[in-house]
Every structure is written in C-alpha cells, then in structure tokens.
C-alpha cells in the first residue's frame, strides 16, 4: 500500500458524459501527478500540481481539467467523453515539486474508467 | 528529446532461473532512473531507483539495476525468480516534473 488513495476503482459511462476522479496523497506529500494508462499510448504524463498550483503539463487533452484542493486532494475532471478515453488513470504523490529533476513518486491504485 | 526503451514486450522464464529485463534511455542531462511493477489489476509499486552514487542499486523483493551510463542502459536483474514475480515491469526516466514510462515487459514465469 502507497499510502496513495483513489476513487472510484472503476467507472462506467456513456459518451458525451462528464466524470471526476479524485486522489489523496501521502501524508506529507505536497505534489500530486495525473497519468493515463491506455493499450495504444502506454503510461502518459497528463499533469502536475504543487500545494495548489498547476506546475507541469503533458499530453493532457484540452477536455481534461484537473485541480488541487487546500487539503491536498485533487480531482481529475474529463468531459465530453470519446470511447477513446476508456484507460487507467493514475495518481501519484511526491514530496517536493521536482524542480530540477525528479524525487520519488508513489501511485495509487488507479480508477478504470470505461466509456460506453 | 527523453524516451525509455523496454526493447522486450514479453518474457517467459521458469521459476527459480535468473532474469534479466532490459531498458534503454535518452535524456540529456543526469537521468533519474526507476524501475515500477504492476501486478494485474494493481498500482504501480515501485522496485527500486537510481539518482546518484553506486551504479548497483538495490531495491525491494530481492531486484537490483545496474545504471551504465556509456550504453544508456538500466537494467533490471533477479538472481532467482520467484512464480509471484510474474507481473508487467516499467522503466522510467524522470524529467523535470515527470516521469517518462517505456512500453513495459510482461513476465511470466513457468513453474
């Protein structure tokens, strides 16, 4: 166990719909990282956040939004959902912001989101 | 531009051999370097990492890497596998803010 919590472990909705995935990291743990897991894309960085402020972006598409909360939990929020969304989403927590390079980051155990 | 290479999709080993997973970077500057496991149906745990330092490192379930710089390559090593080891293993590179994930290498390992 991470010590990194996800909800729901899965998801099932229709297309055009909205959903939210939330994460709780680490305690102690200030960054929070969002990332997809698909069969055609692999692991893919989506986006970072750092005590509240948006720090890095990947390949996140413009209908995904994400935010970090002052309690350090964060929610991935995609809309307009395609079949093509259908993947893994991961959190992750570190303790610093990775200014510089990278410290350690620990997953959780992911949400499945299926879109039908 | 950053990559990882996982050159092997799948591996099948028998229990009790030695195994060897192999995995390529590009990165311009000093890598920080990660080795992760998924089980089915799990998170990504991490197995062990590479910042500075002893070029052998050790990490949890009795796994080390070796990081060689000159051939850009961390390759993960396990003297003895076990039948739990079967799993999908992922190299990364850490960039700024990110990491980087290879393809993955699924193991499977025969009684």
């Known amino acids: 166990d991470s010590g990194v919590t996800q909800t729901p472990k899965h998801l099932i909705t229709a297309t055009g719909q909205r959903v939210t995935l939330r994460c709780s990291p680490r305690s102690g743990d200030l960054s929070v990282y969002w990332y997809q897991q698909s069969l055609d894309q692999g692991l893919q960085f989506l986006i970072q956040?750092?005590?509240?402020?948006?720090?890095a972006k990947g390949n996140i598409l413009e209908r995904f939004s994400a935010q970090q909360f002052p309690d350090l939990h964060s929610e991935l929020n995609l809309s307009s959902l395609e079949l093509g969304d259908s993947a893994l989403y991961f959190c992750?927590?570190?303790?610093?912001?990775?200014?510089?390079?990278?410290?350690?980051?620990?997953f959780g155990p992911g949400t499945r989101l299926t879109v039908l | 531009a950053q990559s990882v290479t996982q050159p092997d999709i799948h591996i099948t080993v028998s229990e009790g051999a030695s195994l060897e997973l192999r995995c390529n970077y590009s990165?311009?500057?000093?890598?920080?370097l990660f080795w992760y496991v998924q089980s089915p149906g799990q998170g990504l745990q991490l197995l062990l990492k590479?910042?500075?330092?002893?070029?052998l490192v050790q990490g949890i379930k009795g796994f080390e890497a070796e990081f060689k710089r000159s051939q850009s390559s961390f390759n993960l090593r396990k003297p003895s596998v076990h039948w739990s080891d079967a799993a999908e293993y992922f190299c990364a590179v850490g960039g700024y803010n990110k990491l980087i994930f290879g393809a993955g290498t699924r193991l499977a390992v025969h009684p």
């Open positions: 956040y750092y005590n509240g402020e948006e720090r």
């Open positions: 992750a927590s570190s303790v610093y912001q990775g200014t510089g390079g990278t410290d350690t980051q620990y």
């Open positions: 990165y311009g500057a000093t890598p920080y």
């Open positions: 590479y910042f500075s330092g002893d070029t």
